[in-house]
């Protein structure tokens, strides 16, 4: 399995950012994916997951109509669009496999991470 996430950078409050995360090594479309982040000093936090199937997405009640969650089966590929940035979003990304189908399942494997940072 191998996640590589792309698509972290600087951006200032009230801006937007598109993560993605190129996945290979397993059938895709049969996983769950998901998006945790970690801030400095912090545990990693969930914060969106997606369904295999793309019909069920969970958000963290902190990204709520701010973050949205989607997938392309036919590039492997999971991405997090952030819109309305606040300075508490920064923290480094990760794109996580999930066990199963679901969104809230817990992750089996995880990219290395795309660090996010935003200016108030």
């Known amino acids: 399995v191998q996640l590589v996430e792309s698509g972290g950078g600087l951006a200032q409050s009230g801006g937007s950012l598109r993560l993605s995360c190129a996945a290979s090594?397993?059938?895709?479309?049969?996983?769950?994916m998901s998006w945790g982040r970690q801030a400095p000093g912090e545990g990693l936090e969930r914060v969106a997951g997606i369904a295999s199937d793309g019909s069920r997405t969970y958000y963290t009640n902190s990204v709520k109509g701010r973050f949205t969650i989607s997938r392309d089966d036919s590039k492997n590929t999971v991405y997090l669009q952030m819109t309305n940035l606040k300075p508490e979003d920064t923290a480094l990304y990760y794109c996580?496999?999930?066990?199963?189908?679901?969104?809230?399942?817990?992750?089996?494997?995880w990219g290395q991470g795309t660090q996010v940072t935003v200016s108030s």
């Open positions: 090594g397993f059938t895709f479309s049969a996983y769950g």
């Open positions: 996580a496999k999930l066990q199963d189908s679901g969104t809230r399942s817990p992750a089996t494997d």
